[in-house]
């Protein structure tokens, strides 16, 4: 009579049935992983969409070869090496990104370059003349506007464009019409100090 034993793994081994789904859910998740061999789809260099864009930044003249969905931040930024225009929330609401265009102000992480072949655009960094500040720029130092300074080239800029415009005759009406602008520090009377300061040399 031969005597029946069991197996050792089978008799010490229990599997809830949490523990089972678990392992089923962990299977199939596997199963989804892309291999090591399989590549993801490229498109041709030849068939990306491009356009040849002509633009004028602080006095000199660029033409590109663009992606025409890029905005005029990127363009600045990745093909012009101007990294003074700051990318914040890259969704037009805090004002870090804003630059001249044909004297106007904008902000250009929503504003195709496309759409702006030819235009005047000024940035931070043209708005020294040989070697001297711009009286805003100035005014910001002498007024103690900034505390990290990561949104200070779009407030002088915004600023810039506000004084321009004439709406800079008082603290209430710079406050409203740079309200586009934020802050995270909360230098704003600083700010607004610069600016009344500034216009009343302009």
């Excluded at 905005?71 to 609401?93: F, Y």
Aim: aromatic residues 2%.
């Amino acid at each position: 009579m031969v005597e029946k034993t069991s197996s050792p793994h089978l008799s010490s081994t229990k599997v809830s049935r949490r523990e089972a789904l678990h392992l089923t859910v962990g299977a199939v998740a596997l199963t989804g992983l892309p291999s090591e061999t399989t590549a993801a789809p490229t498109v041709p260099d030849a068939a990306a969409p491009r356009a040849t864009l002509g633009l004028t930044v602080n006095g000199v003249t660029h033409t590109l070869d663009i992606d025409p969905r890029q905005s005029i931040l990127d363009v600045l930024r990745e093909r012009l090496g101007l990294s003074g225009t700051k990318k914040g929330c890259n969704q037009g609401a805090c004002g870090a990104c804003t630059v001249l265009v044909d004297g106007r102000r904008i902000v250009s992480c929503l504003t195709l370059a496309a759409m702006h072949d030819g235009a005047q655009i000024q940035t931070i960094e043209g708005l020294e003349s040989n070697g001297a500040l711009h009286p805003l720029q100035q005014a910001f130092i002498d007024h103690d506007g900034l505390q990290c300074g990561f949104c200070t080239p779009g407030q002088i800029m915004s600023g810039v464009g506000c004084i321009s415009e004439g709406h800079a005759t008082s603290p209430e009406e710079i406050k409203f019409w740079m309200s586009g602008n934020i802050c995270r520090c909360g230098a704003y009377p600083g700010i607004v100090a610069a600016v009344a300061d500034a216009a009343g040399r302009a």
